[in-house]
């Protein structure tokens, strides 16, 4: 029966491997998106899409300024890498120049509608009375040198109510200005082109981020300079910084585990088939990821590496019992260790499942990676081990075991109590040091390590443009779009009272493009009544003959808009016609809003920012339960095996749980998501190691010492060298391992002998 399970095995392992090999060959997509690691949003779907569409239209953009001292240089180089970038097909709605036709269907759009388009300043105006100021301006336009206007221009809008409108729209305001028909800005002694597109590929793909890297390498000159912003850019370091992390991490940890098994088994046959087995783990792991989420994220290949110092557990429990005088052959060294690696494997695989509840699908990714994994190294170790392994008891190791029994020792000697005193109130005394310390932090943006040079350059794009990004809206919801641009008619005199407090640099809403069609009668109206009594003298005055023409009383509607131009931003902000978007920029005090807006009925302020550090808080808090669910379900297993007895398993991983927060804080580390859920590893894999103490018998427990203490090496090698990344949720998630293993392993022996 076990000989043709592990034919069976083999099968599936080649089967495996060979599937690696085919996706490798046409091309793994490999998930960078930090988006990919943030919880889902809870909110109803609505909120739901207006949070994606806003978040979409921000990852597809990307923004290039090309510099150079020479103006005539710097336009020349812009226009032809806005023409290149044009035809690559990697992107659409190339921005680099004035768009004179836009600008002329604009004011075909809105021209014929004019009777009831009115700036609000000129509304406010004629409602106050001052219907002569507008006269007075008008004419001042026609007049002064630098006036505009013509007979046919006056014949239908005898005030110029229209460019006032058109003027009064809220476009994106830059300190862009058109030379030769390109964008430019002038900063310094520096001409800046400017170059604006949307990705046609999602941005955080690998073969996107390559594809972009290749077109601006062939592009781009090199007596340039090029500052560059969008979340392509962003994630293409992110991605080649995680696989950058994952090959060090890995080849540092494979070569630690390698030097370990060297030291002390002094043989190439352990090595060999620690490799074997660790590379069996990872080629499931890998295969089952690629087959079930049809991609791989950056940092569950981050993890992937790490888990070569859990996954050699089982294999460091096989090779210590080399030292065990009574086992001389494979079989009663697989005998002696099955019981307890295999409940090892059920108490771990309840931890990274528990993972699988997390909201985070970066995270779930993560959970099932090392489930596979770690299951494809048992099985290996289970049914190959003794198939491939020939060699007897080794003659060395005497000495060794001795000393590492004292660790073992230290928690049962009569003598050593006051060592073991000493040593709980150290861990106390730390703990208690580093509980004032401890600090919580679900701040979002802390947890997004983005590239000094890029947000560098997003900092100067911003400056020299005069643009930024909105990452706060507020979402109306009306019973139709006529009621929605009506609640922001409501809303908008709220906002610029905000505004004029410095709380607010600007806001886009729809109905500045395009007011409701009661407003439109309003305005209409009120021009009848306040501006046409004085049409006669104002005609004299400018010397009009010919008598004006009436402006087209139908309304102006939503639906009547391009998307295209410069009027596609107000299609983006309408999710459906009774839901639409206003976009808050620069919003300074997201509370100073809400308490402005307190009791305005359809109006809900969505910040990105402030919703997802929210969730992550809400989150943490979960993840905490899931320590406790996490005991529930490893619970019956060791009740089953260990009675009462139970307890004493797991109070070494329940004391690690305990301390390690309050102690990473005296190293300045908070407290986060990541950290949490990284404790409920930290209790699984802390409880695998109670259970190998609790699982030996006492002449074995200088093997059982050897076997923890080289698990525990090898565990705090992986996760410990996470620390050192410079991916938050990976540095916060090593950095708890490397502390909470580290006091597992410490505590461990406190499970005593064999189980009852």
């Given at each position: 029966?076990?000989?043709?399970?592990?034919?069976?095995?083999?099968?599936?392992?080649?089967?495996?491997?060979?599937?690696?090999?085919?996706?490798?060959?046409?091309?793994?997509?490999?998930?960078?998106?930090?988006?990919?690691?943030?919880?889902?949003?809870?909110?109803?779907?609505?909120?739901?899409?207006?949070?994606?569409?806003?978040?979409?239209?921000?990852?597809?953009?990307?923004?290039?300024?090309?510099?150079?001292?020479?103006?005539?240089?710097?336009?020349?180089?812009?226009?032809?890498?806005?023409?290149?970038l044009?035809?690559?097909?990697?992107?659409?709605?190339?921005?680099?120049?004035?768009?004179?036709a836009?600008?002329?269907?604009?004011?075909?759009?809105?021209?014929?509608?004019?009777?009831?388009?009115?700036?609000?300043?000129?509304?406010?105006?004629?409602?106050?009375g001052?219907?002569?100021?507008?006269?007075?301006r008008?004419?001042a336009?026609?007049?002064?040198?630098?006036?505009?206007?013509?007979?046919?221009?006056?014949a239908?809008?005898?005030?110029?109510?229209?460019?006032?409108?058109?003027?009064?729209?809220?476009?994106?305001?830059?300190?862009?200005?058109?030379?030769?028909?390109?964008?430019?800005?002038?900063?310094?002694?520096?001409?800046?082109?400017?170059?604006?597109?949307?990705?046609?590929?999602?941005?955080?793909?690998?073969?996107?981020?390559?594809?972009?890297?290749?077109?601006?390498?062939?592009?781009?000159?090199g007596?340039?300079?090029?500052?560059?912003?969008?979340?392509?850019?962003?994630?293409?370091?992110?991605?080649k910084?995680?696989?950058?992390?994952?090959?060090?991490?890995?080849?540092?940890?494979?070569?630690?585990?390698?030097?370990?098994?060297?030291?002390?088994?002094?043989?190439?046959?352990?090595?060999?088939?620690?490799?074997?087995?660790?590379?069996?783990?990872?080629?499931?792991?890998?295969?089952?990821?690629l087959?079930?989420?049809?991609?791989?994220?950056?940092?569950?290949?981050?993890?992937?590496?790490?888990?070569?110092?859990?996954?050699?557990?089982?294999?460091?429990?096989?090779?210590?019992?080399?030292?065990?005088?009574?086992?001389?052959?494979?079989?009663?060294?697989?005998?002696?260790?099955?019981?307890?690696?295999?409940?090892?494997?059920?108490?771990?695989?309840?931890?990274?499942?528990?993972?699988?509840?997390?909201?985070?699908?970066?995270?779930?990714?993560?959970?099932?990676?090392?489930?596979?994994?770690?299951?494809?190294?048992?099985?290996?170790?289970?049914?190959?081990?003794?198939?491939?392994?020939?060699?007897?008891?080794?003659?060395?190791?005497?000495?060794?075991?001795?000393?590492?029994?004292?660790?073992?020792t230290?928690?049962?000697?009569?003598?050593?109590?006051?060592?073991?005193?000493?040593?709980?109130?150290?861990?106390?005394?730390?703990?208690?040091?580093?509980?004032?310390?401890?600090?919580?932090?679900?701040?979002?943006?802390?947890?997004?390590?983005?590239?000094?040079?890029?947000?560098?350059?997003?900092?100067?794009?911003?400056?020299?443009?005069?643009?930024?990004?909105?990452?706060?809206?507020?979402?109306?919801?009306?019973?139709?779009?006529?009621?929605?641009?009506?609640?922001?008619?409501?809303?908008?005199?709220?906002?610029?009272?905000?505004q004029?407090?410095?709380?607010?640099?600007?806001?886009?809403?729809?109905?500045?493009f395009?007011?409701?069609?009661?407003?439109?009668?309003?305005?209409?109206?009120?021009?009848?009544?306040?501006?046409?009594?004085?049409?006669?003298?104002?005609?004299?005055?400018?010397?009009?003959?010919?008598?004006?023409?009436?402006?087209?009383?139908?309304?102006?509607?939503?639906?009547?808009?391009?998307?295209?131009g410069?009027?596609?931003?107000?299609?983006?902000?309408?999710?459906?016609?009774?839901?639409?978007?206003?976009?808050?920029?620069?919003?300074?005090?997201?509370?100073?809003?809400?308490?402005?807006?307190?009791?305005?009925?359809?109006?809900?302020?969505?910040?990105?920012?402030?919703?997802?550090?929210?969730?992550?808080?809400?989150?943490?808090?979960?993840?905490?339960?899931?320590?406790?669910?996490?005991?529930?379900?490893?619970?019956?297993?060791?009740?089953?095996?260990?009675?009462?007895?139970?307890?004493?398993?797991?109070?070494?991983?329940?004391?690690?749980?305990?301390?390690?927060?309050?102690?990473?804080?005296?190293?300045?580390?908070?407290?986060?998501?990541?950290?949490?859920m990284?404790?409920?590893?930290?209790?699984?894999?802390?409880v695998?190691?109670?259970?190998?103490?609790?699982?030996?018998?006492?002449?074995?427990?200088?093997?059982?010492?050897?076997?923890?203490?080289?698990?525990?090496?090898?565990?705090?090698?992986?996760?410990?060298?996470?620390?050192?990344?410079?991916?938050?949720?990976?540095?916060?998630?090593?950095?708890?391992?490397?502390?909470?293993?580290?006091?597992?392993?410490?505590?461990?022996?406190?499970?005593?002998?064999?189980?009852?």
């Amino acid at each position: 029966m076990k000989r043709w399970l592990a034919w069976c095995w083999l099968a599936l392992v080649l089967s495996a491997g060979g599937y690696v090999v085919l996706r490798l060959h046409a091309g793994v997509q490999l998930q960078s998106s930090v988006l990919a690691l943030l919880p889902r949003m809870e909110r109803d779907g609505v909120a739901d899409r207006a949070q994606q569409r806003v978040a979409e239209a921000g990852a597809r953009r990307i923004v290039l300024l090309i510099g150079h001292t020479d103006g005539l240089r710097a336009r020349t180089v812009g226009r032809e890498i806005a023409a290149a970038l044009g035809a690559s097909g990697l992107v659409h709605g190339v921005t680099a120049a004035v768009d004179r036709a836009a600008q002329q269907r604009m004011g075909t759009l809105y021209f014929p509608h004019r009777a009831g388009l009115l700036a609000e300043a000129d509304r406010a105006v004629l409602l106050a009375g001052g219907a002569q100021l507008l006269v007075d301006r008008a004419q001042a336009m026609l007049f002064s040198p630098a006036g505009f206007g013509d007979a046919a221009l006056l014949a239908r809008d005898p005030f110029l109510l229209m460019p006032s409108f058109l003027a009064a729209l809220p476009l994106p305001q830059t300190r862009l200005a058109a030379e030769d028909g390109v964008l430019v800005v002038r900063d310094g002694g520096m001409t800046w082109a400017f170059i604006s597109a949307e990705l046609s590929g999602d941005g955080f793909a690998l073969p996107v981020q390559q594809a972009f890297e290749v077109f601006l390498a062939q592009h781009l000159p090199g007596d340039v300079e090029v500052l560059r912003t969008g979340a392509l850019f962003y994630a293409a370091a992110g991605a080649k910084q995680a696989m950058g992390e994952s090959s060090t991490l890995g080849a540092v940890s494979l070569l630690a585990t390698v030097a370990l098994v060297l030291l002390v088994f002094r043989r190439i046959r352990p090595i060999l088939l620690a490799m074997l087995d660790i590379g069996v783990g990872i080629t499931v792991a890998t295969a089952f990821c690629l087959w079930w989420f049809h991609e791989l994220h950056t940092v569950a290949i981050l993890f992937g590496a790490s888990l070569i110092g859990v996954a050699v557990d089982y294999s460091l429990q096989y090779f210590a019992a080399y030292f065990d005088p009574l086992a001389r052959n494979a079989v009663d060294r697989l005998r002696r260790v099955l019981p307890g690696i295999a409940i090892g494997l059920g108490t771990t695989l309840i931890g990274y499942c528990t993972l699988l509840l997390a909201p985070f699908p970066g995270l779930q990714q993560i959970a099932t990676f090392s489930c596979v994994g770690l299951a494809g190294s048992f099985l290996t170790v289970a049914l190959w081990y003794p198939r491939l392994d020939r060699a007897g008891p080794l003659p060395h190791g005497t000495r060794m075991l001795s000393a590492l029994g004292g660790h073992w020792t230290l928690w049962e000697v009569p003598r050593l109590r006051p060592a073991r005193l000493a040593l709980l109130a150290a861990v106390v005394v730390a703990t208690a040091f580093g509980l004032p310390r401890l600090e919580v932090d679900d701040n979002v943006q802390h947890m997004q390590d983005m590239p000094p040079d890029l947000k560098h350059q997003e900092a100067e794009i911003q400056r020299l443009t005069g643009n930024g990004g909105a990452a706060q809206f507020i979402l109306v919801r009306a019973a139709d779009a006529e009621a929605a641009l009506q609640v922001q008619e409501a809303l908008l005199p709220r906002l610029a009272e905000v505004q004029s407090r410095g709380l607010l640099a600007g806001f886009q809403a729809p109905a500045q493009f395009i007011p409701s069609q009661a407003r439109q009668r309003e305005n209409a109206d009120l021009v009848t009544r306040a501006l046409m009594p004085l049409l006669p003298s104002h005609i004299d005055a400018v010397g009009l003959t010919a008598p004006p023409q009436p402006a087209r009383e139908e309304p102006l509607l939503l639906t009547m808009l391009p998307n295209d131009g410069p009027l596609a931003l107000v299609s983006a902000l309408v999710l459906e016609p009774k839901v639409q978007l206003v976009l808050l920029h620069g919003l300074t005090d997201v509370a100073a809003l809400r308490s402005e807006l307190a009791g305005m009925a359809g109006v809900q302020i969505v910040s990105l920012v402030d919703d997802w550090s929210s969730l992550f808080g809400i989150y943490r808090r979960q993840a905490l339960g899931l320590l406790g669910f996490s005991v529930l379900l490893m619970l019956p297993l060791l009740i089953w095996r260990y009675r009462w007895a139970t307890l004493r398993v797991l109070a070494p991983s329940a004391v690690a749980v305990l301390v390690t927060p309050p102690i990473a804080a005296l190293f300045g580390l908070a407290f986060t998501f990541f950290n949490a859920m990284a404790l409920v590893l930290v209790l699984s894999i802390g409880v695998d190691y109670a259970v190998f103490c609790r699982e030996t018998p006492m002449g074995r427990r200088g093997v059982t010492a050897l076997a923890i203490l080289l698990a525990a090496a090898s565990t705090t090698l992986s996760f410990g060298m996470l620390a050192a990344s410079q991916v938050f949720a990976v540095q916060a998630f090593g950095a708890t391992m490397l502390i909470g293993i580290s006091i597992a392993w410490l505590l461990a022996p406190i499970a005593g002998g064999r189980p009852e």
